[in-house]
């Protein structure tokens, strides 16, 4: 069945008349007729009736209309929208993200993003870990993650956005609690409820390394799935917890974060796989000048 014959019989359909219909079409009459006549033979009933004096549609030629002008909507709007693909101004793109202590960076890359391409879904996958992300990444799961270095970036491209300082989550009441910072030699005797050890968390790899520069290892009260749950089991009196500093807006009543000073900052990276040709993005990609810039 071609376009042609579909649009011969709207026009024939609207005009109710071949003489118009053919005028409208820039056509002649007999060569419009063999074209509703090879189309009724390809549906294998008759959609027209004609009299020497009017045409009309009959029940199968009315249901037949409304199919044949989405038909040919369809058609007309299929390369408007391939190009608009291409260009990345419809589409979708799939965020990963570490968790809330990079909510600041999230929200600003996705308010730019929805600005400047609003026609584009943005979908944000449920906070992970950086080797998670990494993973989730290579298994084509997300097109971009919003992680913390150092990662295996083997395939991938990395862009550092931002620097994260590390800070101590305290019970109110804990004796450093009042110093505008402490260091980790400080920190010696203290019982650490840190992320999980499985999940490829950079602020565990990050902590311990450098409590191991100082001569010790850091002793583990217990793991928490989140930074909100270090904070909560802080303020239990569990332990203490290493976390950057982006996590005071979380406010957990009883815990007061005082800075680590002589912790390494944590960078904070948009990674994506090199040979993603998803055009949308290439869009996120060109904002993140502009993002960098904010969050410096």
């Known amino acids: 069945m071609e376009l042609r014959h579909l649009r011969a019989f709207v026009a024939v359909a609207e005009e109710l008349n071949f003489r118009r219909a053919a005028e409208r079409l820039h056509m002649s009459q007999p060569p419009l007729s063999q074209q509703i006549k090879r189309l009724e033979g390809e549906v294998g009933v008759a959609l027209l009736r004609r009299t020497t004096r009017n045409v009309a549609l009959t029940a199968a030629g009315e249901a037949f209309l409304v199919e044949a002008r989405r038909t040919l909507e369809a058609a007309q709007a299929a ?67 919003l992680l913390r270095l150092p990662v295996v970036s083997t395939g991938l491209r990395v862009r550092e956005l931002q620097r994260h300082e590390l800070g101590v989550a305290l019970p109110a009441e804990h004796p450093l609690a009042d110093g505008r910072e402490v260091g980790l030699a400080d920190l010696r005797d203290e019982r650490f409820i840190s992320y999980p050890s499985h999940r490829g968390s950079v602020v565990n790899q990050v902590v311990r390394a450098a409590c191991l520069r100082h001569g010790y290892s850091p002793c583990s009260a217990q793991q928490a799935p989140d930074t909100h749950t270090i904070l909560s089991l802080v303020g239990a009196g569990a332990g203490v917890g290493v976390v950057p500093l982006t996590a005071e807006h979380l406010e957990v009543p009883g815990v007061v974060l005082v800075p680590v000073q002589d912790a390494p900052p944590i960078p904070l990276a948009l990674a994506w796989r090199e040979d993603d040709p998803n055009p949308a993005l290439r869009c996120l990609l060109g904002l993140l000048d502009e993002v960098e810039a904010e969050c410096r």
């Open 79 to 145: 390369p408007r929208v391939a190009r608009q693909a291409a260009a990345g101004e419809i589409g979708s793109i799939r965020l990963g993200f570490s968790g809330p202590t990079s909510y600041q960076v999230l929200l600003l890359i996705v308010r730019k993003f929805r600005e400047r391409h609003p026609g584009v879904r943005f979908d944000i996958v449920s906070p992970l870990y950086g080797g998670e992300l990494v993973d989730r990444l290579h298994r084509h799961e997300i097109d971009a993650g």
